[in-house]
């Protein structure tokens, strides 16, 4: 089934007028994965219409990064949404989604200048305006994003909690490739040799996860101790950031925590940046080393 496609808001509230039952929308920029794929299957478990918007967002890029190169795919991108049944595909160009350049945003507040804000600041607050325009627009009853980008998932449903905002959120799980790399559109980036020091994220959270009997410090100590290696593997990875946060927040858990939290980590390769997270969860009180 190929799935209607809309460019414009008039082609959008077209369509959109006549669904029935519930909407789920999936948001993604494009170059789709597996990783897209799975969302879009949790989406039909869950509603029954599905909409998939296809939007690479300027704002949520800084000076720098990879605006310009970021993949697009949009007849293969087409040909994954037809393969899992999408109803309806909302393909903006710039011009639809900001008619005039942006006066008044989302800020992203205190959760979006800590962990990936600091390393991509203003990120966060380009995000959020996006994905608030997307649910204006398409008016989906939920709303379905990866636990890939778990600092965005916490930020878009702390957003829609805020601002009262009438949409239900759902994560989807990580998707990952056969050696542990998480997926991403920006893999396609690697060489082969990269994309071997990239490993070293994913080994290192098994590692971190690995470690939770011992409580925070072990499992930052043990990730930390397989990173240090791809530090200094060719090519080399440049670390980001390692931390091991609350889920809702993302503040760093103090030495004590129990209950859930996230490790979370990101580097370089290349000039390919990179992200993953692990949930973790502390029973009890750690153990004494």
Do not use: W
Not at 6 to 22: D, F, I, Q
Not at 137 to 158: H, N, S, T
Not at 275 to 287: M, Q, R, W
Request: overall charge negative; hydrophobic content about 45%.
């Amino acid at each position: 089934m190929t799935p209607v496609i809309a460019k414009t808001r008039e082609e959008l509230a077209s369509v959109r007028s006549g669904v029935t039952g519930t909407l789920a929308l999936v948001p993604t920029m494009g170059a789709l994965h597996e990783g897209h794929r799975s969302l879009i299957r949790k989406a039909h478990q869950v509603a029954d219409v599905v909409a998939v918007s296809i939007f690479v967002n300027p704002l949520q890029f800084g000076p720098g990064e990879d605006l310009d190169r970021y993949p697009r795919t949009f007849a293969a991108d087409i040909e994954a949404c037809a393969a899992e049944g999408v109803d309806i595909v909302f393909a903006p160009t710039q011009d639809v989604m900001y008619p005039t350049p942006p006066v008044v945003t989302i800020d992203s507040g205190p959760m979006g200048r800590v962990v990936e804000g600091i390393t991509r600041p203003g990120h966060f607050d380009g995000m959020l305006t996006v994905v608030m325009k997307l649910l204006n627009v398409v008016r989906p009853d939920v709303a379905i994003f990866g636990e890939k980008d778990a600092q965005q998932l916490a930020m878009i449903r702390r957003m829609v909690a805020d601002l009262e905002v009438p949409v239900r959120i759902v994560g989807g799980p990580t998707v990952r490739e056969l050696g542990g790399l998480a997926l991403s559109s920006r893999n396609r980036y690697l060489s082969e040799a990269e994309r071997r020091t990239a490993l070293s994220l994913s080994q290192a959270l098994q590692a971190g996860e690995d470690a939770a009997p011992g409580g925070p410090a072990a499992v930052v100590a043990a990730a930390k101790a397989v990173l240090d290696k791809a530090v200094g593997a060719d090519p080399p990875l440049k670390l980001d950031y390692l931390v091991l946060v609350d889920p809702s927040t993302f503040t760093e858990v103090e030495a004590g925590h129990t209950g859930d939290a996230v490790l979370a980590v990101a580097g370089r390769v290349g000039t390919t940046h990179l992200i993953d997270n692990v949930p973790v969860h502390f029973a009890g009180t750690p153990k004494e080393s």
